[in-house]
């Protein structure tokens, strides 16, 4: 009994379908779900500060905090 190509070709796609979502759902179940260790937020902004900028390193990052009028500078005209 042969089959029709477009309903094996259905039938293929198909299994290569489950075949990748069984895989996937496998890994999902064995990934950790907890927070990794040193997201905790470690400073408040204060009314009117803000961050000026930031500068990420491997080991941390690290956070320019003030007020913006503090920074503003006129530019001169010559």
């Given at each position: 009994m042969l089959m029709n190509p477009s309903v094996l070709l259905i039938v293929s796609l198909l299994s290569w379908y489950?075949?990748?979502?069984l895989i996937f759902w496998h890994s999902l179940?064995?990934?950790?779900?907890e927070a990794p260790v040193g997201t905790e937020v470690r400073f408040v902004?204060?009314?009117g500060e803000t961050i000026l900028g930031v500068m990420d390193?491997?080991?941390?990052t690290c956070?320019?905090?003030?007020?913006m009028e503090e920074h503003v500078?006129?530019?001169?005209?010559?």
């Open positions: 489950l075949s990748v979502m179940r064995g990934q950790n779900t902004l204060r009314e390193r491997t080991e941390m956070f320019c905090i003030g007020e500078h006129d530019e001169e005209v010559g």
